[in-house]
């Protein structure tokens, strides 16, 4: 099993910054890729970032190109999502995934961590 917290969300305004932060602890061996997906309220979640935990290559969401930047600490085995330039649009609960290898899809998901931008 693994388990994943997040951390740093909060209220900013509209042209700040966050930095999220998820923690992933338990049985991590064998992590091919981590994530961060977003669900504001009334809509489906989606696809925000991933990174791959070997080569460290990035994925993001048009949405977010250009503001928003994943990286990884794999001794820490954490990942982060720095947000910049944040518009109220990307009031959401912010989710961190795990994806392990041979899998199809992301394994285990965090709690989530509200992130609201005000105009």
């Known amino acids: 099993q693994v388990q994943l917290v997040e951390s740093g969300g909060g209220l900013v305004q509209a042209g700040g910054s966050l930095r999220l932060s998820c923690a992933a602890s338990?049985?991590?061996?064998?992590?091919?890729?981590m994530g961060w997906f977003r669900q504001a309220p009334g809509k489906e979640r989606e696809f925000v970032a991933t990174i791959s935990w070997s080569g460290g290559s990035t994925s993001y969401a048009d949405s977010v190109k250009g503001r928003f930047t994943i990286s990884r600490d794999n001794a820490k085995n954490t990942v982060y999502l720095q947000m910049n330039s944040l518009k109220p649009e990307d009031t959401a609960v912010y989710y961190c995934a795990l994806q392990m290898v041979a899998s199809i899809t992301y394994d285990y998901w965090g709690q989530g961590t509200q992130v609201t931008v005000s105009s």
């Open positions: 338990g049985r991590t061996f064998g992590t091919w890729a």
